[in-house]
């Protein structure tokens, strides 16, 4: 049988508790980051970001062939991605094109570690 993951009597240091408390995010502050974060535990959004990572700005067009996706998909992604300001656009003509903000490329960087792709190699649109 597992032990429980609980203290098996209370053994607060109250002083330390009470100084990290106060050092913690309050939740609402926290929420974008959270939101960031499930945005990214999708895989299709994941891979997309590291697509965008490793192109630096790209269009639907190019995402969606790169990812295997539709574009009608991709670009639903792509707006949650967004919203979440992990991804910005620009109208170049009549593409719209993507790229990470720089939280976006951080957060993908660190979430993909040692598997993510190098950044700006090329560009499929110059």
């Known amino acids: ?6 203290c098996a009597l209370l053994c607060l240091d109250l002083p330390h508790a009470e100084r990290i408390r106060q050092e913690v995010p309050q939740l609402r ?3 974008p980051s959270a939101d960031a974060a499930r945005a990214l535990g999708d895989p299709t959004r994941l891979r997309i970001a590291a697509a965008l990572l490793a192109g630096e700005e790209l269009c ?3 995402v ?3 990812v295997g996706q ?3 998909l991709v670009s639903h ?3 949650q991605l967004k919203v979440t300001g992990l991804v910005e656009s620009r109208r170049q003509g ?3 094109m993507y790229r990470l903000t720089d939280r976006g490329r ?3 960087e660190v979430v993909l570690g040692d598997r993510a792709p190098e950044s700006g190699k090329e560009q499929v649109h110059g």
């Open 70 to 72: 539709a574009q009608g």
């Open 77 to 79: 992604h792509l707006r």
């Open 94 to 96: 009549r593409l719209v």
């Open 1 to 6: 049988m597992a032990e429980p993951d609980t």
């Open 60 to 62: 639907v067009c190019d």
């Open 64 to 66: 969606g062939w790169i």
């Open 29 to 31: 502050a926290v929420e």
């Open 106 to 108: 951080v957060l993908v």
